[in-house]
């Protein structure tokens, strides 16, 4: 008879997983995959339907519509380490784009919403070993 | 005249009574300026001892690693110099150099606390100008009891009952501080340099144990220079940043309770991370042929005592007993559970490899100062799985266990992967081949599979071969982590037979070994 445990203690696992990335898990591990965070409330409907898209697709979503300065809610969810944040202001919804912001990532970019799902769903999907 | 050998070989003759520093000053002036201690015989000492003669003596310059000790153990002596200076009547305990630095414990009616810590090392830095040498004193017991009664060191006082009777008693002197002290140190204060920083405090028990006072204990580090202890701080903060407590705490992931010391509330968005990592460990061992099971929490003593736990582990399992008198325990590991479905029905050899595969929670009851976040909890759930095989496959599935952690540690990152494969135990049991063959293959298949990874060895439990592998946190713990072991003969927990045809002398065998890296105690077979 062989006896073997592979992650040990998974709640030991979960902690050194927690020190190897600093918080920073890769997209598939991360909890909350997107935060969509208005700027102002003419986005909210608009936020809403990027966060069913996104919710749809199979990624795990959280809208923020406080009426909060942007720069609060970015500090806020990068705290909490939410690796993708989709900021979305009165341009974006006029023009039905998102505006995301990446962890480590100094720039921001704009792009139409389909280009964003296809690229995060396939970062999102958990690795089927090498 | 004595004569001493040098490192380099060439043997010098000096007179009686000559020390170190003598020996420094007669090959060069400026080696004796350099030279802040010796290695003689193999020992560190110090450079006003005499020196026996034919000793072997190496001379240490300050930035010989081997002097590192030194520098720490300085500080440790000028720390509590510098604390008695500020605050008369403070007890001195006990001040070793550890690793990265020192500390020193004192005792005092309010502890010490972090504001104290630049006050404290400005006094260090002003003792560390003044360079004050460093004198050596062996005492008579009568002497040393009389000075530290005087002065009110009840710890010194300890410590010297402890100085075995024909060891001398040797007091450390730095301008009027002196301590109870083996030595050695260097030269003077000034040797010990700069580099260092007083970086905590914390409450230590005298000698560890928890039913003697509580002390006063403050910390420092300590390098050769100062761009060793930059890197050190450097090391600290980004460690201090990746610390899974604190983030646990800011992305709200889980926290610890007094009620339930070691185990853990997870909150949504960290038992939703659980999840996935148990999503996907069940994805990957269902396609490495694995079946799931789950066997109870709770078990009557009499399978503890069949299985050896009660009578070796009890000291470390949660214990129940309810209305009708009947003891319990709850598991502290999965096997004795699988064994028991194992034994279920009829077993064909057509059947093996049976993989059976849980993911259980296990409770065991660590000492309280062992606790840490999650690394080094009470309750915890293993990806535990026993593998029953025919002795021809065993090789063949500890081979494809290996992959398979190596190839999962891959998919999270993990690269640098140690494997560590045990020894061969004295006392032990199963036949010699049962040992030798799997290790073989084992150790020849990863030597050109494992890269990168770095090969050692440990001792085995006496019950079968084991191999660990682990990966390394940027805080320093060592990753937990994988395990997997080959229990050939044991003693049987069902006792049954395995059913014909062509059945072999395999017997159902319980797991006895440490199922995880953390266990305290190993329960006999």
């Given at each position: 008879?062989?006896?073997r445990?592979?992650?040990?203690?998974?709640?030991?696992?979960?902690?050194?997983?927690?020190?190897?990335?600093?918080?920073?898990?890769?997209?598939?591990l991360?909890?909350?995959?997107?935060?969509?965070?208005?700027?102002?409330?003419?986005?909210?409907?608009?936020?809403?339907?990027?966060?069913?898209?996104l919710?749809?697709?199979?990624?795990?979503?959280?809208?923020?519509?406080?009426?909060?300065?942007?720069?609060?809610k970015?500090?806020?969810?990068?705290?909490?380490?939410?690796?993708?944040?989709?900021?979305?202001?009165?341009?974006?919804?006029?023009?039905?784009?998102?505006?995301?912001?990446?962890?480590?990532?100094?720039?921001t970019?704009?792009?139409?919403?389909?280009?964003?799902?296809?690229a995060?769903?396939?970062?999102a999907?958990?690795?089927?070993?090498a | 005249m004595?004569?001493?050998?040098?490192?380099?070989?060439?043997?010098?003759?000096?007179?009686?009574?000559?020390?170190?520093?003598?020996?420094?000053?007669?090959?060069s002036p400026?080696?004796?300026?350099?030279?802040?201690?010796?290695?003689?015989?193999?020992?560190?000492?110090?450079?006003?001892a005499?020196?026996?003669?034919?000793?072997?003596?190496?001379?240490?310059?300050?930035?010989?690693?081997?002097?590192?000790?030194?520098?720490?153990?300085?500080?440790?002596?000028?720390?509590?110099?510098?604390?008695q200076?500020?605050?008369?009547?403070?007890?001195?305990?006990?001040?070793?150099a550890?690793?990265?630095?020192?500390?020193?414990d004192?005792?005092?009616?309010?502890?010490?606390?972090?504001?104290?810590?630049?006050?404290?090392?400005?006094?260090?830095?002003?003792?560390?100008?003044?360079?004050?040498?460093?004198?050596?004193e062996?005492?008579?017991?009568?002497?040393?009891?009389?000075?530290?009664?005087?002065?009110?060191?009840?710890?010194?006082?300890?410590?010297?009952?402890?100085?075995?009777?024909?060891?001398?008693?040797?007091?450390?002197?730095?301008?009027?501080?002196?301590?109870?002290?083996?030595?050695?140190?260097?030269r003077?204060?000034?040797?010990?340099g700069?580099?260092?920083?007083?970086?905590?405090v914390a409450?230590?028990?005298?000698?560890?144990?928890?039913?003697?006072?509580?002390?006063?204990?403050?910390?420092?580090?300590?390098?050769?220079?100062?761009?060793?202890?930059?890197a050190h701080?450097?090391?600290?903060?980004?460690?201090?940043?990746?610390?899974?407590?604190?983030?646990?705490?800011?992305?709200?992931?889980?926290?610890?309770?007094?009620v339930?010391?070691?185990?853990?509330?997870?909150?949504?968005?960290?038992?939703r991370?659980?999840?996935?990592?148990?999503?996907?460990?069940?994805?990957?061992?269902?396609?490495?042929?694995?079946?799931?099971?789950?066997?109870?929490?709770?078990?009557?003593?009499?399978?503890?005592e069949?299985?050896?736990?009660?009578?070796?582990?009890r000291?470390?399992?949660?214990l129940?007993?309810?209305?009708d008198?009947?003891?319990?325990?709850?598991?502290p590991m999965?096997?004795?559970?699988?064994?028991?479905?194992?034994?279920?029905?009829?077993?064909?050899?057509?059947?093996?490899?049976?993989?059976?595969?849980?993911?259980?929670?296990?409770?065991?009851?660590?000492?309280?100062?062992?606790?840490?976040?999650?690394?080094?909890?009470?309750?915890?759930?293993?990806?535990?799985?026993?593998?029953?095989?025919?002795?021809?496959?065993?090789?063949?599935?500890?081979?494809?266990?290996?992959?398979?952690?190596?190839?999962?540690?891959?998919?999270?990152?993990?690269d640098?992967?140690?494997?560590?494969?045990s020894?061969?135990?004295?006392?032990?049991?199963?036949?010699?081949?049962?040992?030798t063959?799997?290790?073989?293959?084992?150790?020849?298949?990863?030597?050109?599979?494992?890269?990168p990874t770095?090969?050692?060895?440990?001792?085995?439990p006496?019950?079968?071969?084991?191999?660990?592998?682990?990966?390394?946190?940027?805080?320093?713990?060592?990753?937990?982590?994988?395990?997997?072991?080959?229990?050939?003969?044991?003693?049987?927990?069902?006792?049954?037979?395995?059913?014909?045809?062509?059945?072999?002398?395999?017997?159902?065998?319980c797991?006895?070994?440490?199922?995880?890296?953390?266990?305290?105690?190993?329960?006999?077979?």
């Amino acid at each position: 008879m062989l006896h073997r445990a592979l992650f040990g203690s998974l709640e030991r696992f979960t902690g050194i997983l927690i020190e190897h990335h600093a918080g920073h898990l890769p997209l598939w591990l991360a909890s909350v995959q997107v935060v969509v965070a208005t700027i102002t409330g003419a986005a909210d409907l608009w936020a809403a339907d990027v966060a069913e898209t996104l919710r749809e697709a199979g990624l795990r979503v959280e809208t923020d519509l406080r009426n909060e300065k942007i720069g609060y809610k970015v500090r806020e969810h990068a705290l909490k380490k939410v690796p993708v944040q989709i900021a979305l202001g009165a341009r974006e919804a006029d023009e039905e784009t998102v505006t995301l912001r990446r962890h480590g990532a100094p720039e921001t970019q704009t792009m139409p919403l389909s280009q964003v799902v296809q690229a995060l769903v396939q970062e999102a999907e958990a690795p089927g070993g090498a | 005249m004595i004569h001493v050998r040098l490192h380099d070989g060439a043997t010098r003759a000096l007179t009686p009574a000559s020390t170190a520093a003598d020996l420094a000053s007669a090959i060069s002036p400026s080696l004796a300026k350099r030279t802040v201690a010796a290695v003689v015989d193999g020992q560190l000492a110090d450079l006003i001892a005499p020196l026996p003669d034919g000793a072997a003596v190496e001379l240490l310059p300050r930035d010989d690693p081997r002097a590192l000790e030194l520098i720490r153990h300085d500080l440790a002596h000028v720390l509590a110099e510098a604390v008695q200076t500020l605050w008369p009547g403070t007890k001195a305990a006990i001040g070793p150099a550890i690793e990265h630095g020192f500390y020193y414990d004192f005792e005092r009616d309010t502890p010490f606390t972090p504001e104290d810590l630049p006050v404290i090392e400005k006094k260090m830095r002003e003792i560390i100008a003044a360079r004050r040498p460093f004198t050596r004193e062996v005492w008579s017991r009568d002497e040393a009891r009389a000075h530290f009664e005087a002065a009110g060191e009840t710890w010194k006082l300890e410590l010297l009952d402890a100085i075995p009777e024909g060891e001398p008693v040797t007091i450390y002197r730095q301008g009027d501080w002196r301590d109870l002290c083996r030595g050695p140190h260097m030269r003077h204060t000034g040797d010990a340099g700069t580099a260092f920083k007083l970086t905590h405090v914390a409450g230590a028990y005298w000698r560890g144990d928890a039913t003697n006072p509580m002390l006063s204990r403050i910390y420092g580090v300590a390098f050769a220079d100062q761009a060793a202890l930059d890197a050190h701080l450097t090391m600290l903060a980004e460690a201090e940043k990746r610390d899974h407590r604190r983030l646990g705490r800011e992305m709200d992931l889980f926290h610890f309770e007094e009620v339930a010391p070691g185990s853990v509330f997870w909150h949504p968005r960290g038992w939703r991370l659980f999840q996935t990592l148990i999503g996907y460990m069940r994805t990957r061992q269902e396609e490495a042929g694995y079946v799931e099971v789950n066997s109870p929490d709770i078990m009557d003593r009499a399978l503890w005592e069949t299985s050896g736990h009660w009578q070796n582990y009890r000291a470390n399992m949660f214990l129940a007993q309810t209305e009708d008198d009947r003891d319990y325990a709850l598991k502290p590991m999965n096997c004795s559970g699988h064994m028991l479905i194992y034994g279920q029905g009829t077993k064909s050899y057509r059947d093996l490899p049976l993989k059976l595969a849980e993911f259980g929670k296990v409770h065991r009851y660590e000492p309280s100062g062992a606790l840490h976040g999650l690394l080094r909890v009470r309750s915890f759930t293993q990806d535990d799985a026993h593998i029953y095989c025919t002795p021809e496959q065993l090789t063949e599935e500890c081979l494809k266990v290996n992959d398979l952690v190596l190839s999962i540690y891959r998919d999270f990152g993990f690269d640098d992967v140690r494997i560590k494969l045990s020894t061969r135990p004295e006392s032990r049991i199963g036949s010699d081949e049962s040992w030798t063959v799997p290790r073989t293959r084992c150790a020849r298949r990863w030597r050109v599979r494992a890269t990168p990874t770095r090969c050692s060895r440990a001792r085995a439990p006496f019950t079968g071969r084991s191999s660990n592998m682990s990966c390394a946190t940027p805080s320093g713990a060592t990753g937990s982590a994988a395990r997997c072991r080959w229990i050939s003969t044991c003693r049987s927990v069902l006792g049954r037979p395995m059913s014909r045809p062509r059945a072999r002398s395999s017997r159902l065998s319980c797991c006895t070994g440490r199922s995880s890296a953390r266990s305290s105690g190993s329960p006999a077979s």
